[in-house]
């Protein structure tokens, strides 16, 4: 049975760093395509970041690239999410979802989420 645990969130002042974690269970991790959603207060999903399975290739949305950076740790069945330059409309629940073995496979696991809030 898969399991993905997030953890990390938490209430940080706007420009200031923060990093996710996402722990995995019961699946080969190693061998899928990771990524990062959160959903905003009110909104729908939206996708952050994803990894393809052997760390080669990162992708970005517009609206965090070059603040957030994703990484992967295979051997210790994790993924991470690094954010600096944190702003206000970055508040917003933060899942990790585990892909497929190639990228444009759907997702079919979700973790239960970490809050992240911006606010001073």
């Known amino acids: 049975q898969v399991q993905l645990v997030e953890s990390g969130g938490g209430l940080v002042q706007p420009g200031g760093p923060l990093r996710l974690s996402c722990a995995a269970s019961?699946?080969?991790?190693?061998?899928?395509?990771i990524y990062w959603v959160r959903q905003a207060p009110g909104k729908g999903l939206e996708w952050v970041a994803s990894?393809?399975?052997?760390?080669?290739?990162?992708y970005y949305a517009d609206s965090v690239k070059g603040r957030f950076t994703i990484s992967r740790d295979n051997a210790k069945n994790t993924l991470y999410l690094v954010m600096n330059s944190l702003k206000s409309e970055d508040t917003a629940v933060y899942y990790c979802?585990?892909?497929?073995?190639?990228?444009?496979?759907?997702?079919?696991?979700w973790g239960q989420g970490t809050l992240v809030t911006v606010s001073s």
């Open positions: 019961g699946i080969t991790f190693s061998h899928y395509w």
């Open positions: 990894i393809n399975r052997g760390q080669s290739s990162t």
């Open positions: 979802a585990k892909g497929g073995n190639y990228y444009y496979e759907p997702l079919d696991a």
